[in-house]
């Protein structure tokens, strides 16, 4: 079965500090691939998808992420974190089947400090 | 602009009784999604539908109904017997098809308390 691991409840980083935030998964083959942000109260906007092509996917708001097949991992990155970056971010994969549904991890949640 | 709108964003109920989450999108997506979400366990399926009059249930649909009657609504019904009605409730939306046509469009939840 499909599933998604964030091995890390919450990260606290300095702003202007990089980031990185962890997502593993399990899956049969080269799986859909997503990573959400939100806001405390909100529903989740999407930073970025991978489905196939180049490892390296940008996204929105400066975050990028890296499919890395060899060790079934999806991290995410950002350079340099803004104070506006903390929220809780969740990593999902999806089946290419035609139910659409995502599988999520349990959420990573990120403080910043001044 | 289009989006999804989920009312109301905060319900209170009682214990025993049922209670209707509404969601409606002008997405013009065809399929709808109704996600449980509790603190450390991330997001959990209840229950998704692609077409109208027809829908599936997910991992976590003991408890709970929904209705597929209009293209633009999927209401969640939770009901006395789910017996940790207390979440956060958010619905979403895609283009029906795989995850590939359309990532999920989420609305802004609503938090359900039952005392």
């Known amino acids: 079965a499909q599933s998604v691991t964030q091995p890390d409840i919450h990260i606290t980083v300095s702003e202007g500090a990089s980031l990185e935030l962890r997502c593993n998964y399990s899956y049969g083959a080269t799986p859909y691939l997503f990573w959400y942000v939100q806001s405390p109260g909100q529903g989740l906007q999407l930073l970025l998808k991978?489905?196939?092509?180049?490892?390296l996917v940008q996204g929105i708001k400066g975050f990028e992420a890296e499919f890395k097949r060899s060790q079934s991992s999806f991290n995410l990155r950002k350079p340099s974190v803004h104070w506006s970056d903390a929220a809780e971010y969740f990593c999902a994969v999806g089946a290419p089947d035609d139910t659409g549904k995502l599988i999520f991890g349990q959420g990573t949640t990120l403080q910043v400090k001044p | 602009d289009g989006g999804i709108t989920q009312s109301p964003k905060y319900l209170f109920r009682k214990e025993g009784q049922n209670v209707t989450l509404s969601c409606e999108q002008n997405l013009n997506h065809d399929a709808m999604y109704w996600y449980r979400q509790d603190p450390g366990q991330g997001l959990r399926l209840i229950y998704y539908s692609q077409i109208v009059n027809d829908f599936q249930k997910g991992d976590i649909a003991e408890g709970y109904s929904v209705s597929r009657e209009k293209k633009e609504s999927f209401p969640l019904t939770v009901t006395s017997a789910q017996k940790n009605p207390t979440a956060f409730y958010l619905c979403?939306?895609?283009?029906?098809?795989?995850?590939?046509?359309?990532?999920?469009?989420f609305g802004n939840g609503t938090r359900l308390t039952v005392t």
């Open positions: 991978y489905f196939s092509g180049d490892t």
């Open positions: 979403a939306s895609s283009i029906a098809g795989t995850v590939g046509n359309s990532p999920l469009h």
